[in-house]
């Protein structure tokens, strides 16, 4: 098959749900139908994660449809989670580091400069208290 006719019949779509543990997943393709694809449909040797965009042929199986020939296409930003944030250097999300300030009287005002600071040293960049280079 020549390239032109692989890449008329290749499909694009979101990877619904992928298990490692397990060794399979689902494929939301942009028709809107779920296909189920294994660690032996993936092209390549990364494997997906949930929300990662594909492409992929479609087979249609005695169980149902199934992706072959997955391919990774671009990953999805994870967001960091409940009270972390992204190092801009290196992307790991990280919990701010608190530094004790003796001369501030209350807990509150503790609290309010220290986040202060941190979106400070956010929006110029520097590492906020992340160990990367």
Known sequence: MSDQERSATQLEGRVKWFSQDKGYG????DDGVDR????QDIRGVYLPSNGD??????EMTRKGPRAVG???VARVAKEPG?????CQSCGKAMVPRVVNRLEIGT???FASETVAAFSRNL???SRSGCKCG
């Open 26 to 29: 689902f494929i939301v393709g």
């Open 36 to 39: 189920y694809f294994a660690v």
């Open 53 to 58: 965009f594909v492409e992929f042929n479609h």
């Open 70 to 72: 997955v391919e990774l």
């Open 82 to 86: 409940l009270g972390r944030v992204c």
């Open 107 to 109: 807990l509150a005002a």
């Open 123 to 125: 929006q110029t960049g």
